[in-house]
């Protein structure tokens, strides 16, 4: 039975005998049939509503362990008992007690699970937003055809106002497009061929066609509903020690509670049923359901709310290790720079050296093999035939072209190569320039140069200025040569450099920063991925490979360098609510205790059971009350104007 169904029974049960008890002192109203119509009531509400505790706490009592349901059992089970029992020799009896307990208690469980089911559908409701069919390109005639039938290679077209099937690129067409639901970015996007469009996002205005990259479970819609999943399902190392927590404070509860009932019946005086009263508050007062809901509700808020704004939180142990984070490390191509290169300088006879260049980077897919291949189509280049290749770790590559040996890399080449005096010079000014330079050679002998430049992101320097804001240090962290690096890094206001570093040493270079403090890395290449996965916290851009969007622990979903400060003000402020929640929800629980006690009975202040199940399940609802506040709560990014 669920939560819902079992709270509802327990409260239509309790309802009469709570009736009576308000209505029994003013009016002498009593229930049709007494004590034996509250037996009935409160059996009920012990076999169908409290039976779950039982089992729970009896389970945990048998692995030598306690919960928030040993408490809960205890103390529904104890005064149900004794009810029956002072029915047989006729003494007072609380029933409603046992009742009314199991009512506020489940109350609070109705509350959490609302709560979850809230966050949850926040999300699902982007899956239902999804294309219902495509109009697919089928034997030469566009058609309508479900969702479900759309494949990998299908060529798709959108007209305006319609929504994009699946996740793909544009091969024909242009238009803007409503990304605002996946990304959380409001302005409309413009796109034109070759580039990616997202599927569920909405078209404005053009028609395009675009060809199907991704469907299914494989498009990032898909695959951002169950990262959130994930997410809101795992735990915060903190969890842990709320969980040791409980595990020692049920056993001492249950201590006090005896020790509260020997205190009034043996040395006070009190009647068996009165010193079991408090002894019975005690228990249901200290039950710590609100320690319990404390971090999986912000949890829950959080990364639904990060998700929303285009930032993807996997999980509650990157959330807390982004509290503790000093030091922010960058790759640089396609994290702080553009990541599309072009050629602006080629030093040397041109067509001969971007013909070499170009025979030798034809295979390759590195960002400025690229813009090398670029240049030689716009310069219409006929691109020669190269074999025997053979790559040059950290280098660059050999290969033979018209008979001769050639090569094409960078500097660290110069140690098995001749270049002359003006050329070497050359290549150190156009360094300083922030150009990444490429040596091209014949026969051991460089006979060219090619200057290639990434410029910064726009927002780059923005960027880095929130995060040194925030006191942390940053590093820029790149296979690329020291001038170039530093050049990038001093545009962009980076504090340190890290350069020609070799793909497999950069995971070494993070833990060597590990040594002074906890270390976020953002990165989106293949070559990252190491990396991500060794830095405290991985951050991998949204535009990047599969691989490095699997190795980071947060996504960023619009690929803006800025969001690595939004992503660390939202996780900050979920971690502090988490810790607000654990502080109230302890507090209650260490002032509730005296009062349940009878300590304060000389002045009037005492909790019956039913009154401290009440309060235990508003201390439950504050601390649903104050995740769910997550949502307003205003995320301080310190992003500076640009």
């Given at each position: 039975m669920s939560i819902n169904s079992r709270f509802w029974v327990s409260l239509v049960m309790s309802v009469p005998m709570v009736a009576e008890m308000v209505l029994h002192p003013l009016t002498g109203w009593m229930l049709p049939g007494g004590e034996w119509t509250m037996l009935g009531l409160t059996t009920i509400v012990m076999a169908v509503s409290a039976g779950p505790f039982m089992q729970s706490a009896w389970a945990s009592f048998q692995k030598h362990h306690s919960n928030m349901d040993t408490l809960v059992a205890i103390g529904t089970a104890t005064a149900y008992l004794y009810s029956i029992y002072a029915m047989i020799t006729h003494q007072a009896v609380f029933f409603e007690s046992a009742a009314v307990v199991t009512t506020f208690v489940l109350l609070g469980q109705v509350f959490e699970e609302r709560m979850r089911n809230n966050a949850s559908n926040a999300v699902e409701k982007l899956v239902d937003l999804q294309a219902k069919t495509a109009e697919v390109l089928r034997d030469g005639e566009f058609v309508k055809v479900p969702l479900a039938e759309v494949v990998v290679g299908d060529t798709?077209?959108?007209?305006?106002?319609?929504?994009?099937?699946?996740?793909?690129?544009?091969?024909?067409?242009?238009?803007?497009?409503?990304?605002?639901?996946?990304?959380?970015?409001?302005?409309?996007?413009?796109?034109?061929?070759?580039?990616?469009?997202?599927?569920?996002?909405?078209?404005?205005?053009?028609?395009?066609?675009?060809?199907?990259?991704?469907?299914?479970?494989?498009?990032?819609?898909?695959?951002?509903?169950?990262?959130?999943?994930?997410?809101?399902?795992?735990?915060?190392?903190?969890?842990k020690l709320t969980d040791k927590v409980s595990d020692i404070f049920v056993p001492i509860v249950l201590m006090l509670a005896i020790l509260t009932f020997l205190i009034w019946y043996v040395f006070i005086g009190a009647s068996v049923a009165n010193a079991l009263i408090f002894a019975v508050s005690v228990v249901v007062i200290a039950c710590p359901c609100a320690l319990g809901l404390a971090t999986p509700t912000a949890l829950m808020v959080g990364t639904g709310r990060s998700a929303k704004m285009g930032i993807l939180i996997k999980n509650g142990e990157v959330l807390e290790a982004v509290n503790d984070v000093t030091t922010v490390v960058f790759d640089k191509t396609g994290t702080i720079t553009v990541g599309q290169p072009a050629v602006t300088d080629i030093i040397g006879d041109a067509t001969q050296v971007?013909?070499?260049?170009?025979?030798?980077?034809?295979?390759?897919?590195?960002?400025?093999?690229t813009a090398i291949m670029?240049?030689?189509?716009?310069?219409?280049?006929?691109?020669?035939?190269?074999?025997?290749?053979?790559?040059?770790?950290?280098?660059?590559?050999?290969?033979?072209?018209d008979g001769q040996t050639a090569f094409v890399g960078n500097d660290k080449l110069l140690a098995d190569y001749q270049i002359s005096a003006d050329l070497k010079q050359r290549a150190q000014q156009l360094q300083d320039e922030a150009k990444t330079?490429?040596?091209?050679?014949?026969?051991?002998?460089?006979?060219?140069?090619?200057?290639?430049?990434?410029?910064?992101?726009?927002?780059?320097?923005?960027?880095?200025?929130?995060?040194?804001?925030?006191?942390?240090?940053?590093?820029?962290?790149?296979?690329?040569?020291?001038?170039?690096?530093?050049?990038?890094?001093?545009?962009?206001?980076?504090?340190?450099?890290?350069?020609?570093?070799?793909?497999?040493?950069?995971?070494?270079?993070?833990?060597?920063?590990?040594?002074?403090?906890?270390?976020?890395?953002?990165?989106?290449?293949?070559?990252?991925?190491?990396?991500?996965?060794t830095a405290d916290v991985g951050i991998a851009m949204g535009s990047g490979t599969d691989i490095a969007i699997e190795s980071g622990g947060i996504v960023l979903v619009k690929n803006d360098l800025r969001d690595v400060d939004r992503a660390l003000a939202l996780s900050k402020k979920t971690f502090?609510?988490?810790?607000?929640?654990?502080?109230?929800?302890?507090?209650?629980?260490?002032?509730?205790?005296?009062?349940?006690?009878?300590?304060?009975?000389?002045?009037?202040?005492?909790?019956?059971?039913?009154?401290?199940?009440?309060?235990?399940?508003?201390?439950?609802?504050s601390v649903v009350t104050s995740s769910v506040l997550l949502n307003k709560a205003k995320i301080s990014t310190r992003v500076q104007p640009a």
């Open positions: 798709i077209r959108v007209k305006p106002g319609e929504k994009v099937a699946v996740d793909g690129v544009i091969t024909q067409g242009t238009s803007t497009i409503d990304e605002s639901m996946v990304t959380g970015e409001s302005m409309p996007v413009e796109k034109g061929v070759g580039d990616h469009v997202i599927g569920s996002t909405i078209n404005s205005n053009g028609s395009f066609q675009f060809q199907a990259e991704k469907v299914g479970e494989d498009t990032m819609l898909a695959q951002i509903v169950e990262l959130v999943k994930k997410a809101q399902n795992s735990h915060a190392p903190i969890q971007l013909t070499v260049a170009a025979g030798l980077e034809e295979a390759s897919e590195h960002p400025l093999a670029t240049k030689a189509k716009t310069d219409e280049i006929t691109v020669p035939a190269a074999s025997d290749f053979k790559a040059i770790e950290g280098k660059g590559v050999e290969a033979s072209v330079v490429v040596y091209v050679g014949l026969s051991a002998q460089v006979i060219g140069l090619i200057a290639i430049q990434d410029a910064p992101k726009p927002t780059s320097k923005e960027a880095i200025a929130a995060l040194k804001s925030r006191g942390l240090k940053t590093v820029m962290l790149t296979g690329d040569n020291q001038r170039v690096a530093r050049a990038i890094a001093d545009q962009v206001g980076i504090d340190d450099v890290i350069a020609d570093v070799l793909p497999g040493d950069k995971a070494d270079h993070i833990k060597t920063l590990q040594q002074d403090g906890k270390v976020a890395f953002v990165g989106d290449g293949i070559n990252d991925a190491p990396a991500l996965t502090n609510r988490i810790k607000l929640n654990l502080f109230w929800a302890f507090i209650y629980n260490v002032l509730g205790i005296p009062v349940a006690a009878g300590v304060f009975f000389a002045i009037g202040v005492t909790l019956s059971p039913e009154l401290a199940g009440l309060a235990m399940a508003f201390s439950s609802l």
